[in-house]
Protein backbone atom coordinates (compact mmCIF):
# COMPACT_ATOMS: atom_id res chain seq x y z
CA UNK A 1 0.00 0.00 0.00
CA UNK A 2 3.21 2.43 1.20
CA UNK A 3 4.43 2.12 -2.58
CA UNK A 4 1.14 2.47 -4.45
CA UNK A 5 0.45 5.90 -2.05
CA UNK A 6 3.98 7.19 -2.94
CA UNK A 7 4.13 6.60 -6.34
CA UNK A 8 0.91 8.65 -6.43
CA UNK A 9 1.77 10.95 -5.24
CA UNK A 10 4.89 11.62 -7.19
CA UNK A 11 2.50 11.63 -10.27
CA UNK A 12 1.02 14.25 -8.88
CA UNK A 13 3.52 15.99 -8.06
CA UNK A 14 5.10 15.94 -11.63
CA UNK A 15 2.34 17.55 -12.71
CA UNK A 16 2.72 20.58 -10.89
CA UNK A 17 4.97 23.13 -12.87
CA UNK A 18 7.08 24.54 -10.25
CA UNK A 19 10.81 23.86 -8.96
CA UNK A 20 11.22 20.88 -6.51
CA UNK A 21 12.60 22.15 -2.98
CA UNK A 22 14.23 19.35 -1.39
CA UNK A 23 14.75 18.80 2.11
CA UNK A 24 16.98 16.01 4.05
CA UNK A 25 15.90 14.36 7.18
CA UNK A 26 18.59 14.25 10.31
CA UNK A 27 18.33 11.34 12.55
CA UNK A 28 20.73 11.49 15.88
CA UNK A 29 21.11 9.43 18.92
CA UNK A 30 23.34 10.00 21.62
CA UNK A 31 23.71 7.35 23.33
CA UNK A 32 27.16 6.32 24.00
CA UNK A 33 27.82 3.00 22.86
CA UNK A 34 28.29 3.43 19.04
CA UNK A 35 26.64 -0.23 18.20
CA UNK A 36 23.63 0.88 20.38
CA UNK A 37 23.53 4.00 18.59
CA UNK A 38 23.83 2.36 14.93
CA UNK A 39 21.21 -0.06 16.19
CA UNK A 40 18.58 2.11 17.62
CA UNK A 41 18.86 4.72 13.93
CA UNK A 42 18.44 2.00 11.83
CA UNK A 43 15.69 0.74 13.43
CA UNK A 44 13.85 4.28 14.24
CA UNK A 45 14.59 4.31 10.07
CA UNK A 46 13.09 1.08 9.14
CA UNK A 47 9.77 2.26 11.02
CA UNK A 48 9.64 6.01 11.18
CA UNK A 49 6.89 7.32 8.48
CA UNK A 50 9.23 9.99 8.05
CA UNK A 51 10.98 9.52 4.31
CA UNK A 52 15.13 10.38 4.39
CA UNK A 53 14.36 12.84 1.37
CA UNK A 54 10.95 15.06 0.83
CA UNK A 55 10.85 16.54 -1.73
CA UNK A 56 7.81 19.38 -2.20
CA UNK A 57 6.31 21.72 -5.02
CA UNK A 58 4.89 25.16 -4.30
CA UNK A 59 1.38 24.04 -4.34
CA UNK A 60 1.47 20.61 -3.28
CA UNK A 61 -0.78 19.41 -0.42
CA UNK A 62 0.93 18.18 3.02
CA UNK A 63 -0.60 16.33 5.58
CA UNK A 64 1.26 16.77 8.91
CA UNK A 65 1.80 13.96 11.27
CA UNK A 66 1.55 16.16 14.17
CA UNK A 67 0.26 19.46 15.21
CA UNK A 68 3.31 22.06 14.65
CA UNK A 69 1.21 25.00 16.26
CA UNK A 70 -2.45 24.46 16.99
CA UNK A 71 -2.83 28.42 17.37
CA UNK A 72 -1.89 29.03 13.90
CA UNK A 73 -3.35 26.13 12.56
CA UNK A 74 -0.63 23.56 11.73
Known amino acids: VKIKVEERNK ?4 NIKEDEVIFKSKFDSEFSDKNKNETILTNFKNTCPIPEELI ?5 KVMLLV ?7 L
Request: charged letters at 25%; proline letters at 0%.
Open 67 to 73: NLDVDIG
Open 56 to 60: LKVGC
Open 11 to 14: KILN
